[in-house]
């Protein structure tokens, strides 16, 4: 996996650097622990909606969680359970926006 960086933010992400489980056949991998990411990242997605139809959302557009303290990274990664928030504008002529 590589890594990524959040660019509004400015967070470098780093790769993981467990390898990948192949159990179903080598054509399917899958990286360790996804099925917890899963079920994270849709809580996560439903809280969004929550705030987004309550609300409450502001004018946020991009998050990144930390539910572990990631080390040897961006200081902001070594806090667990915390919540990064920023705002991308669309970039003009987009063709997946429409903007």
């Known amino acids: ?26 054509a399917a991998p899958a990286r360790p622990g996804t099925g917890l990411t899963c079920q994270q990242s ?4 439903a809280a969004r909606a929550l705030d987004i139809l309550e609300d409450r959302a502001g004018e946020n557009n991009h998050w990144l969680w930390v539910e572990r303290p990631v ?14 928030q920023t705002r991308f504008d ?10």
Not at 71 to 84: E, F, I, K, Q
Request: charged letters at 15%.
């Open 71 to 84: 080390a040897n990274a961006d200081p902001r990664l070594g806090s667990a359970t915390t919540l990064h």
């Open 1 to 26: 996996m590589t890594s990524a960086v959040i660019a509004g933010a400015g967070i470098p992400v780093p790769a993981a650097d467990l390898p990948d489980v192949y159990d179903k056949g080598c």
């Open 42 to 45: 849709a809580l996560f997605a």
């Open 90 to 99: 669309p970039r003009a002529g987009c063709t997946i926006c429409g903007v």
